[in-house]
């Protein structure tokens, strides 16, 4: 559904907004674990970041400079998501798993960890000096793990799931 920023603007009854960077991602926000949830407010609006065809970032990015509710990023954790989230004209928080387990999860099994080298080494020229620069502690903190690990991880891979440790791994 499209509504023009005012509109959600003068009759908004969320507590918070939760800028989704992946249609993928946008169209299955009912499948997401509830430990990416609990903390971002009882009634979030989901917002569809957008695309350089159709749904645009700047249109989300006015409707963010005229809200003052949270504003919550859910984007992949590769370079150019981590940098986009940036972009966001406000950012409380993100919706991932925490760095240590980032780290963890990226360290474990690595056939198993969803991680994309080929999304880091085509993001980082353009996205890592900003990233470097950031005083926003919880993108730094993993953007650290990515860069340390060399590799992105896209959202997709966490949304649905209560914990990165893989099933059958005896935790």
Not at 37 to 62: I, S, Y
Not at 142 to 169: C, K, M, T, Y
């Amino acid at each position: 559904m499209v509504l023009p920023a005012q509109q959600i603007v003068d009759s908004c009854d969320h507590d918070s907004i939760i800028v989704v960077e992946n249609l993928e991602s946008f169209r299955r926000i009912g499948r997401w674990h509830r430990r990416y949830l609990a903390a971002r407010g009882e009634h979030p609006l989901f917002v569809f970041r957008g695309e350089k065809d159709g749904t645009r970032a700047d249109a989300v990015n006015a409707l963010l400079r005229r809200t003052f509710i949270p504003v919550f990023g859910a984007f992949d954790l590769d370079p150019a998501g981590l940098g986009t989230a940036l972009t966001l004209p406000r950012l409380d928080g993100l919706i991932a798993p925490d760095a240590q387990e980032l780290d963890s999860h990226l360290r474990s099994d690595r056939q198993a960890s969803s991680g994309r080298a080929d999304l880091y080494q085509k993001q980082y020229a353009h996205w890592a000096p900003s990233l470097e620069r950031t005083s926003n502690k919880e993108v730094l903190a993993l953007w650290e793990v990515v860069r340390r690990h060399g590799e992105g991880f896209v959202q997709e891979a966490f949304l649905e799931r209560d914990s990165l440790v893989p099933i059958g791994n005896g935790q």
